[in-house]
């Protein structure tokens, strides 16, 4: 599987953005798919999933609210509306799958098979 991320720019709080997620090679069929970020001397920190197969969806406590994850099986992609962003939410995001075991709940936990590459994300003041 490939991952192809894309989306991302430069915006002011409160403003929106939705990155996107591509996958070839191989569909998201049976995979939980979601999205990573890492800001500037920080850890990369889970932000969101989406159980491809059944829908489930799954966030982190810090954007519970603003973002919405949401997936295209036609498209094979996955993307990443993002609402009311602050300034905290700067960092590259990453998009990344799961088709081991555990699923959405292991791809949380940083359990990956796949990442794509980032695509960066500024929000300014």
């Known amino acids: 599987v490939q991952l192809q991320a894309f989306g991302g720019g430069l915006v002011q709080a409160g403003d929106s953005l939705r990155l996107s997620c591509a996958a070839s090679?191989?569909?998201?069929?049976?995979?939980?798919v979601g999205w990573f970020r890492q800001a500037p001397g920080k850890e990369r920190e889970f932000v969101a999933a989406?159980?491809?197969?059944?829908?489930?969806?799954y966030y982190s406590d810090s954007v519970k609210g603003r973002f919405t994850i949401s997936g295209d099986n036609a498209k094979s992609t996955v993307y990443l509306q993002m609402t009311s962003l602050k300034p905290g939410d700067t960092a590259v995001y990453y998009c990344?799958?799961?088709?081991?075991?555990?699923?959405?709940?292991?791809?949380?936990?940083?359990?990956?098979?796949?990442w794509g590459q980032g695509t960066q994300v500024t929000v300014s003041s």
């Open positions: 990344a799958a799961r088709g081991g075991p555990g699923g959405i709940n292991s791809l949380r936990l940083g359990l990956v098979d796949y």
């Open positions: 090679g191989r569909t998201f069929s049976t995979y939980a």
């Open positions: 989406i159980n491809w197969s059944g829908g489930g969806k």
